[in-house]
């Protein structure tokens, strides 16, 4: 398949590519899409055939469903009801990184729900993504735009490595701003439950409702006693091509320990990636070291990460090693992202 590549900024939109591009999601194509969160493959969410050939580009696993993107309010028709909170939630936080869970309509094929009767929905704020999914005149279902089980692409030319040919058509932005995949609020249970987090935090919600709380399951490995809430969440993810190992605790230990691991995998001819930041990347004797950025700005961390993971990937190390973050905030975000990548390989010092 030809893949035709249209790049443009969001201040500057090439509106004729964005009608092309709708014309591809109305015929039951796929076209890859900017958000602000990562970028998307889309399709027509209403289109059980449209939406199966997303499963077949990622090759993503059946039983994980898609998230349904909506580019207004009207979003009646996909759902069976509307509870008070997820209304005073999408006023306070649409468009925006935040997914809904609720009941889902008929007309969701459950080839889009992977088969549930729920279905998550968000309104992006990225225009280019608003553009598209309005001039489509349909809900757009959307994965982000990666072979399944790689890091998220926060950049088109990643999206361009891992799915040209395969798909129709690539809308490209500039990076994505928030770069994490949203936060997931399942609102068919109450109290409301994070099944992922994101850039909606747990604080920026528990303003609006105090008691709500994150799928104990998130945070750990999964395990038989412990399953994650959204399906997804229990497939290993974001995941670089070699090995990571999370570092955690305090920052001189870290480094020392770090440099101590270098130096034993120098002694056996390997080659070593490090995830650093600001403050310690000079700190590392040897290795390839990338830097997130400050640690007094987290959400420049979480921007970042996923790019990080593949750059370290472009060059062939074998082990990546990477120091952490505290779970606070957009942490908790960063965290989960970073012990999925790792396959929860965690070392406390
Ligand atoms: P992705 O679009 O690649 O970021 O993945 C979507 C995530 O949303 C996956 O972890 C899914 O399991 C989760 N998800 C989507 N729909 C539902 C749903 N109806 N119930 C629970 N989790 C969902
Ligand atoms: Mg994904």
Request: overall charge neutral.
């Amino acid at each position: 398949m030809n893949t035709k590549v249209v790049k443009m900024n969001e201040d500057k939109m090439n509106i004729n590519a964005i009608e092309e591009a709708a014309i591809i999601i109305k015929g039951g194509g796929l076209v890859v899409f900017p958000t602000e969160t990562v970028y998307g493959l889309g399709a027509n969410a209403l289109d059980d055939k449209a939406v199966s050939k997303i499963f077949e580009a990622k090759g993503r696993p059946q039983d994980n469903p898609l998230i349904i993107h909506v580019a207004d309010f009207n979003i009646k028709e996909y759902i069976k009801e509307l509870p008070f909170i997820a209304t005073k939630l999408m006023e306070e936080f649409w468009p925006g990184p935040i997914t809904f869970i609720l009941n889902k309509s008929d007309i969701v094929p459950l080839t889009t729900s992977a088969g549930l009767n729920t279905i998550g929905i968000r309104m992006p704020s990225n225009k280019i993504a608003r553009e598209l999914i309005l001039k489509s005149g349909v809900p757009i279902a959307a994965p982000s735009a990666n072979i399944s089980g790689r890091p998220s692409p926060t950049e088109v030319e990643r999206c361009i490595e891992d799915l040209s040919g395969k798909v129709e058509y690539i809308l490209g932005g500039e990076g994505s701003n928030i770069g994490l995949e949203s936060t997931i609020l399942d609102c068919t249970v109450e109290p409301p439950c994070i099944l992922r987090p994101g850039a909606i935090t747990l604080e920026m919600l528990k303003e609006v409702k105090e008691d709500i709380y994150i799928d104990p399951a998130v945070m750990k490995m999964p395990s038989k006693e412990l399953k994650p809430k959204a399906p997804g969440m229990k497939y290993r993810h974001y995941a670089p091509k070699a090995p990571l190992k999370i570092i955690r605790g305090d920052l001189k230990k870290t480094i020392a320990k770090v440099n101590e691991i270098v130096q034993n995998c120098i002694d056996k001819e390997k080659t070593v990636g490090i995830i650093a930041t600001e403050e310690t990347k000079s700190c590392y004797n040897n290795g390839i070291v990338l830097s997130l950025g400050s640690r007094k700005n987290l959400d420049v961390i979480a921007k970042n990460l996923f790019e990080c993971l593949r750059a370290i990937d472009d060059k062939n190390v074998d082990l990546i090693l990477s120091e952490s973050f505290d779970e606070l905030g957009i942490g908790i975000a960063i965290m989960n992202r970073l012990k999925k990548s790792a396959g929860f390989d965690i070392l406390d010092v």
